[in-house]
């Protein structure tokens, strides 16, 4: 798995409460990436960040937010959870060498 | 808009034989395009890269082949084994280097059968 790892792993949390995932990485990647992957839509680009303190929208951006103050971490927040928020979340990195993306075991979160 | 489309139904292939995955995409002019393997409950694996200028690449059992004229990638696994069975799932980046992200196809759900 590169050396990435997703905390929690499973999580259920009520309608209204924030929620905070991690990523952590231990290959030195300069960028990552945050994903939501449901049934009928395969995996959606939430975030990325190009650099510490540097992170853009992706394509299903709304409802989340980031931040990355060190290389290894790029956390990933529902300020306010949604019963839509329900997903499948992977965390990846990338590296400018090889252009494959390498992926985290994923964060269940159910939403209830 | 631009779209990415797989094979949606699960494609079921005798052990043995070779099973081909279709990536077809509309509205893009990628640079390269990639394929991903994905057990269940796990994140994908990046299995191979072909870029625009290539006609074919191989590793191993796997083939993938890439048309930009029909907008179109194969993916081949010859002498396929249970082991083989997962899901595939072709990504595009938008830009050309990756680095803002990837846009992946719905996958498609290969079983092999013994």
């Known amino acids: 798995d590169a050396g990435i790892t997703q905390s929690p792993r499973h999580k259920v949390t009520e309608t209204g409460t924030p929620v905070t995932l991690r990523c952590h990485q231990t290959?030195?990647?300069?960028?990552m990436y945050w994903y939501r992957q449901d049934p009928g839509h395969g995996l959606r680009l939430i975030h990325y960040?190009?650099?510490?303190?540097?992170?853009d929208k992706g394509e299903v951006s709304d409802g989340y937010s980031v931040s990355r103050s060190k290389t290894e971490d790029f956390l990933l927040t529902l300020e306010s959870a949604t019963s839509s928020q329900t997903s499948v979340y992977f965390c990846?990195?990338?590296?400018?060498?090889?252009?494959?993306?390498?992926f985290g075991p994923g964060t269940r979160l159910t939403v209830t | 808009s631009q779209k990415i489309e797989q094979n949606s139904e699960a494609l079921n292939i005798q052990e043995g034989k070779t099973a081909t995955l279709t990536c077809n995409y509309t509205?893009?002019?990628?640079?390269?395009l990639q394929w991903y393997r994905q057990d269940p409950g796990r994140g994908p694996v990046f299995l191979l890269l072909?870029?625009?200028?290539?006609k074919e690449k191989r590793k191993e059992r796997l083939k993938v082949t890439f048309d930009t004229t029909l907008k179109q990638s194969l993916f081949h696994i010859t002498a396929s084994q249970p082991a083989d069975s997962a899901t595939y799932l072709c990504?595009?980046?938008?830009?050309?280097?990756?680095?803002?992200?990837?846009?992946f196809g719905k996958g498609t759900h290969l079983i092999i059968q013994p």
């Open positions: 990504a595009l980046a938008p830009s050309g280097g990756g680095a803002d992200g990837l846009t």
């Open positions: 072909i870029r625009e200028n290539e």
């Open positions: 290959e030195n990647h300069r960028y």
């Open positions: 509205n893009y002019s990628p640079a390269y």
């Open positions: 960040s190009y650099g510490v303190k540097d992170t």
């Open positions: 990846a990195t990338h590296t400018r060498d090889s252009y494959e993306q390498y």
